[in-house]
């Protein structure tokens, strides 16, 4: 079934319209590509990894450090634990002395 359709008495005025805006489009891109061809872009910067490289570096030898300061302390501890058990003995060898006088002195 064929279906008449029906232009717009002001068909014209809405092409012109269009041509407009189209022609006003043209000019803006123009525009923009005058303005980025003017300022062009300088290549970025390749990233400075100097600084992430050298803490990277000192985190590789963080384990034999720490390995060496655990060692340090397990020595002084030892060397404390050893004091400590001398001292101890001391203690219990003048208890037992002072018990002793105490018994003499009681009996």
């Not at 634990?81 to 009996?107: F, H």
Request: no cysteine; hydrophobic share 50%; proline share 5%.
């Amino acid at each position: 079934m064929p279906t008449a359709t029906t232009l717009s008495a002001d068909w014209t005025q809405v092409l012109a319209r269009v041509e407009q805006a189209l022609a006003r489009a043209v000019v803006q891109i123009e525009a923009r590509e005058k303005a980025l061809a003017i300022g062009e872009l300088a290549a970025p910067r390749a990233p400075d990894f100097g600084p992430l490289e050298a803490k990277a570096a000192s985190l590789a030898d963080a384990p034999g450090r720490i390995a060496a300061r655990l060692g340090q302390l397990d020595g002084e501890l030892r060397h404390g634990e050893e004091a400590l058990r001398q001292w101890l003995a001391q203690a219990e060898t003048a208890r037992k002395q002072l018990a002793a006088w105490v018994g003499r002195a009681v009996g």
